[in-house]
């Protein structure tokens, strides 16, 4: 069965300092990839979404990339962190091109930054 | 107008009851559709798809009505335990990967 890893769970950063986030999904291949962030008492915001290796669409202009260096694994960053980076990071993937799949969430990273 | 609307709630319903939330889309091509369920500081969990003839899973009901654009979620008997925040998600084109969140409809069912 597919699983789907996130970490760390938790995170405190403060201001300026650098962030990796990682996820990591088992169990399928060549999935498509997202990192959504949902700020407290909002909705999910989608960051980016990956279809294969080194293929990254950005969906939000801000200080924050990702890379996706193998077929399962996608990582967030950010240089220089903001106090409104602040948030729920959540990882998610589908399997294949069809968009009647369903969409399946990581256990997600909460980031405060202060 | 928002790309998927949610009313955000609260619904505080008592044991038993039937509660319906609904939710709104602003593309007309808009090709699927689904409901999560996210408990508090969790991630979302698919709750059901929603597909066009409609579709019932226990004591949960989904419907698609693409004239008026909107999808439905109904819960009947309703449980403790399905106290939570109910996320629609629109898949807004064929051939894209966009899933658009809506930002939910908070549920508390009380004894």
């Known amino acids: 069965s597919q699983t789907i890893h996130q970490w760390p769970a938790t995170l405190v950063q403060p201001v300026g300092s650098p962030l990796s986030l990682e996820c990591t999904v088992e169990g399928t291949s060549n999935p498509n990839l997202y990192w959504y962030r949902q700020a407290a008492g909002r909705g999910l915001q989608l960051l980016f979404y990956?279809?294969?290796?080194?293929?990254i669409s950005s969906e939000v202009p801000q200080n924050l990339s990702a890379s996706r260096p193998q077929d399962r694994q996608f990582i967030l960053s950010s240089k220089k962190l903001l106090l409104s980076d602040s948030g729920f990071y959540l990882c998610?993937?589908?399997?294949?091109?069809?968009?009647?799949?369903?969409?399946?969430f990581g256990p997600g990273t909460r980031l405060t930054v202060l | 107008r928002k790309e998927v609307e949610q009313d955000p709630g609260p619904f505080n319903v008592p044991e038993g009851a039937t509660v319906a939330f609904n939710c709104t889309y602003s593309?007309?091509?808009?090709?699927?559709f689904f409901w999560y369920r996210q408990d508090c500081r969790k991630e979302p969990k698919l709750l059901m798809s929603v597909y066009s003839s409609g579709n019932e899973d226990g004591r949960f009901t989904a419907q698609l009505n693409r004239a008026s654009q909107y999808i439905s979620l109904l819960i009947r008997d309703s449980k403790l335990s399905d106290s939570a925040t109910y996320l629609c998600?629109?898949?807004?084109?064929?051939?894209?990967?966009?899933?658009?969140f809506g930002t939910g409809t908070r549920l508390k069912v009380l004894a």
């Open positions: 998600v629109v898949v807004p084109n064929s051939g894209t990967y966009k899933y658009i």
């Open positions: 990956s279809v294969g290796i080194g293929q």
């Open positions: 593309n007309s091509a808009s090709q699927s």
């Open positions: 998610a993937w589908i399997t294949g091109l069809s968009s009647y799949n369903e969409q399946f």
